[in-house]
């Protein structure tokens, strides 16, 4: 059974959700699905190296708000 996740977003990141559905068809659902089953696979790939510090996760946000 599908579990709801609410969460909140920077403005930035729902524009590029809604241009990304317009594009591909899709719904802000399937996007995000499809968004972190793929950054989860590459999590899981010993060939890229995903890790990013506190540093840098923060710097990504505050560019976003």
Do not use: C, G, W
Not at 49 to 56: R, V
């Amino acid at each position: 059974m599908p579990k709801q996740f609410n969460t909140r977003l920077p403005e930035l990141t729902h524009n590029q959700i809604d241009e990304i559905a317009e594009i591909h068809d899709l719904t802000k659902t399937q996007i995000l699905i499809i968004a972190i089953d793929r950054l989860y696979q590459q999590l899981q790939s010993p060939k890229i190296d995903l890790e990013l510090s506190a540093e840098e996760i923060n710097k990504v946000i505050d560019n976003t708000d």
